[in-house]
């Protein structure tokens, strides 16, 4: 299975859709490599909800197990801000211990240890201020633990991936 795993390059059926919300789902009958079977022997079902308001967008997931073995799952969903190079020292988050001073982001050997993780606030409300831009909040499930901090070298992004 290829990174980010097999849902996001295969058929979502559009489920209803109103004004400002969509509502997708997908399930393994969906995936057009049948080698999924082999890789991902699981029943389960997907459904997300995207809905926007004035100044917000709203993601909702749901991963149901419809089988009787545990279902080991993850995302893979990691929104980017849009950040210049020339601000990015000064973005502050609630995020204890956060500080982009002194980074470079350049890739190590082992990739994911060289990037920052930090505890998930208890409320799950993640807080990203952005000079110029405003303030971004992320709320998260409390199954989540951890958001890793990346970007790729000289980006003109942040991604904070719970």
Same mark, same amino acid.
């Given at each position: 299975?290829?990174?980010?795993?097999? %849902?996001?390059?295969? %058929?979502?059926?559009?489920?209803?859709?109103? /004004?400002?919300?969509?509502?997708?789902?997908?399930?393994?009958?969906?995936?057009?490599?049948?080698?999924?079977?082999?890789?991902?022997?699981?029943?389960?079902e997907?459904?997300? =909800?995207?809905?926007?308001?004035?100044?917000?967008i709203?993601?909702? #997931?749901?991963?149901? =197990?419809?089988?009787?073995?545990?279902?080991?799952?993850? $995302?893979?969903?990691?929104? #980017?801000? %849009?950040?210049? =190079?020339?601000?990015?020292?000064?973005?502050?988050?609630?995020?204890?211990?956060?500080? $982009?001073?002194?980074?470079?982001?350049?890739? /190590?050997?082992?990739?994911?240890?060289?990037?920052?993780?930090?505890?998930?606030? /208890?409320?799950?409300?993640?807080?990203?201020n952005?000079?110029?831009?405003?303030? #971004?909040?992320? =709320?998260?499930?409390?199954?989540?633990?951890?958001?890793?901090?990346?970007? /790729?070298?000289? %980006?003109?992004?942040?991604?904070?991936?719970?």
């Amino acid at each position: 299975m290829g990174q980010h795993g097999f %849902a996001r390059n295969n %058929a979502w059926t559009w489920d209803k859709q109103t /004004e400002n919300s969509v509502e997708l789902s997908f399930k393994p009958g969906n995936v057009k490599d049948r080698e999924l079977d082999n890789l991902y022997p699981y029943d389960f079902e997907n459904k997300m =909800n995207v809905s926007v308001g004035d100044k917000s967008i709203k993601y909702d #997931f749901l991963v149901k =197990n419809n089988g009787d073995k545990k279902l080991p799952t993850t $995302l893979g969903f990691h929104p #980017f801000f %849009a950040i210049d =190079n020339d601000i990015e020292k000064q973005v502050t988050t609630n995020l204890e211990g956060f500080n $982009l001073e002194g980074r470079t982001w350049e890739k /190590e050997k082992d990739d994911h240890l060289s990037k920052p993780l930090y505890d998930v606030p /208890e409320d799950g409300c993640i807080e990203i201020n952005v000079p110029g831009k405003g303030t #971004f909040k992320m =709320n998260v499930s409390s199954e989540f633990k951890k958001v890793l901090v990346w970007k /790729e070298p000289g %980006a003109n992004f942040l991604c904070f991936e719970p």
